[in-house]
């Protein structure tokens, strides 16, 4: 979606909106830091977000890969950098062909900074002068695709002063094609609103974006607003004054001071503000709190549809989903980035000629060994297995391999049965409860165009011990409101769904409109998340060494276990589908089945339980003397 358009959005709605910018880090680790942040500040609610280009465009493919990530994996909308520095049309063209690719919309252009080891700044042979000219070859190489945003100074800047003349080069910008103006950072509101008065005097209409710079430190506030040749109030300077040694005061009273800054902004009229965050999360949220314009948690305050959507070429019109990667979006995103549609309308199911390989990059498990280990510990039991589950339904811990995030609100009216499961041996994955007709507005199951109503089933989805899941069958087959799928590694499949076609768990109903399915359950889908859940266990497994009691353990319940779905299909029922597991836990949860390899007469033991200690489970294969069989666990 075009920018100009999400500001006039807010503006018609008299609904303050604000963004966020970005820049390339330098190393890999500060770019998969940078994602994971992103992916988090993704649920503060910003209208778009933009990534910088870079003085001569030096990290420029860093900034291509980073918009195709932002727009395609995390589902945000992405104003991509242009500058003129160092930039020869090859290299712009270059840049624009990935900015389509990866279904970015909007540009800002920019003639840019000089490179560091030149003191002015100089075209490149062949390249552009100036940034309007970049402007007019954007806007006629692609005519409209591109919203083209351009850069204005309220307090001049660095090798221009002169504000007439800088008036100027702004409205050439915008007669060239520029449809939207973000400005430089400033800390005095009313010589921004004097200026942004002298912009529509001089009949510079296009929205207005203010440069919001938070305030981390006295002495980066200072350096920055030296930098950009910004006024500070003398109000700021006696309020730093006492708390300028202690960061988190400074903090503290900067974020008072801009949020005052940014409310006089929203009381002039003007409905956005852009952030530039300095790729750092935490005062931007304060002050966004502050303004009332984020929750206190972090959590979405308005979602379009249940999941995070892609933004990518060709998927904004997705509209339907399996429900088994709802917690796993990125993993989604990668495996069906091939695909040449995707499932949209109100049957559409997710089927394809084939979900995409498991060892893309992405889909594994996240995080070293070292750091899983510390995360998830050395469980030598079923028990300590299940309190790890246990954990994550408290929120004790915020992800597990199954899920790269904490557990929801959605999950808290049912938590209690959930914990219950975990206590008794059923490993839950994926949960969602039944919901019947909230409003679309409604703060933890709302989704979707206001005045809308929304309706879900109960699906659970857990792991379960080998020697319940014929129990588990039959209590589903003597009940019609339930279906479900079970599967074991091996691929062996029991489910009694009617057809492969899918089974639509969430669904709204919005004026004007058809019934919206978004989330579905279906037969091709699960097996395909079948490889990948049992593969993120084998990784888990594998964080720990070959042959101690937690590789093992891990291991036995990857290879013997089943992986279900269950859907209530009766979406009336808001506790019904855990009536199915009345009775039913794991004995002997607190037992070791496994001991650590010990030596007897000189040869290592090679089994326990049957398992070989390498990376493959054997049967019947020994190699010396077996201390100790431990039985499975049993039907209570």
């Known amino acids: 979606m075009h920018i100009k358009d999400k500001l006039a959005e807010a503006e018609r709605a008299g609904r303050p909106m604000f963004s966020f910018e970005f820049f390339p880090p330098k190393t890999a ?159 005095d509101v009313d010589i921004f609103l004097s200026w942004v008065d002298k912009c529509r005097a001089r009949g510079i209409t296009v929205p207005i974006v203010p440069g919001i710079m938070p305030i981390q430190t006295h002495a980066a506030f200072l350096r920055r607003a030296a930098w950009s040749n910004c006024h500070i109030p003398q109000k700021w300077t006696d309020a730093f004054e006492p708390v300028k040694n202690d960061d988190a005061a400074v903090r503290e009273v900067g974020k008072g001071l801009v949020a005052e800054m940014c409310q006089r902004i929203i009381d002039a009229g003007i409905m956005h503000l852009h952030f530039y965050t300095m790729n750092l999360a935490q005062a931007t949220r304060m002050i966004l709190q502050e303004l009332g314009l984020a929750s206190s948690d972090g959590t979405p305050t308005k979602k379009a549809l249940p999941w995070r959507q892609s933004l990518g070429l060709n998927r904004r019109e997705e509209d339907v989903r399996p429900i088994f990667w709802k917690n796993r979006n990125k993993s989604y995103v990668v495996r069906t980035q091939d695909w040449d549609e995707f499932p949209n309308g109100r049957w559409g199911d997710s089927r394809s000629p084939a979900f995409g390989e498991l060892d893309a990059y992405g889909i594994g498990l996240k995080g070293t060994n070292e750091q899983n280990i510390k995360l998830w510990g050395e469980p030598r039991s079923l028990r300590d297995v299940a309190n790890i589950f246990i954990r994550f339904v408290n929120k004790d811990l915020q992800s597990l391999p199954w899920s790269e995030s904490s557990i929801t609100s959605e999950a808290d009216s049912i938590k209690s049965e959930l ?218």
Not at 144 to 173: N, R, S, T
Request: charged share 25%.
């Open 419 to 636: 914990l219950d499961l975990n206590r008794r041996g059923f490993l839950t994955i994926n949960s969602q409860p039944s919901v019947d007709g909230v409003n679309s507005s409604h703060p933890v199951h709302g989704w979707g165009p206001h005045g809308g109503y929304v309706y879900q089933k109960a699906y659970l989805e857990f792991l379960i011990a080998p020697q319940l899941i014929e129990e588990l069958v039959n209590r589903v087959e003597r009940d019609p409101n339930l279906t479900f799928h079970a599967v074991n590694k091996a691929g062996n499949l029991r489910t009694n769904a009617p057809s492969d076609g899918p089974n639509a768990v969430t669904w709204g109903v919005f004026p004007g409109k058809e019934i919206v399915q978004p989330t579905i359950v279906e037969t091709i889908s699960f097996l395909a998340w079948k490889d990948e859940a049992f593969r993120l266990g084998s990784d888990w497994a594998r964080c720990h060494a070959a042959s101690s009691p937690s590789r093992r353990l891990i291991d036995n319940i990857m290879e013997n276990w089943y992986l279900v779905n269950a859907v209530h299909n009766d979406f009336h029922q808001t506790h019904g589908i855990f009536d199915l597991f009345t009775g039913l836990q794991v004995e002997d949860m607190d037992k070791s089945l496994f001991v650590d390899v010990v030596t007897t007469n000189g040869a290592t033991n090679g089994t326990t339980n049957g398992y070989h200690h390498d990376d493959h489970p054997r049967t019947n294969g020994t190699s010396g003397k077996v201390d100790k069989v431990v039985s499975e666990p049993t039907l209570r």
């Open 29 to 187: 680790q500060g770019v998969q830091n940078l994602y994971d942040r992103m992916d988090r500040m993704h649920d503060l609610g910003p209208s778009f977000i933009d990534i910088t280009w870079g003085a001569g465009g030096r990290l420029s493919h860093l900034t291509c890969e980073m918009v195709n990530v932002a727009q395609t994996v995390y589902g945000l909308e992405t104003c991509m950098h242009l500058t003129c520095t160092d930039m020869e049309k090859e290299k712009v063209d270059d840049a624009l062909k990935e900015a389509y690719k990866a279904g970015c919309t909007n540009i800002l252009a920019l003639r840019g900074d000089p490179p560091r080891e030149t003191e002015k700044w100089k075209a490149v042979e062949g390249g552009f002068h100036y940034a309007r000219d970049l402007v007019k070859y954007i806007k006629g190489r692609y005519g409209d695709h591109f919203d083209i945003g351009v850069a204005g100074y309220p307090e001049g800047c660095e090798d221009e002063q002169d504000p007439d003349v800088l008036m100027d080069h702004l409205k050439e910008k915008i007669d060239a094609g520029g449809t939207f103006i973000v400005t430089q950072m400033f800390y």
